[in-house]
């Protein structure tokens, strides 16, 4: 079990929500999806990839939970 800062969860600071997995063939440069249609993230080359996911922006986001 992963251990958890208590810090990051009271200060509401936690974005683990917001990771995303990137999809794999698309790192391979083999995903014939397109980025509407792969339920994995396809990000751009200037965002940076860590373990495999991406944090996406609330901000990017929160337009569509408004709706």
Known sequence: MAMVNMNNL????????????VCREFQRNKCSRPDTECKFAHPPANVEVQNGRVTACYDSIKVGLQD
């Open 10 to 21: 009271l200060n509401g600071k936690d974005s683990r929500w917001l990771q995303l997995e």
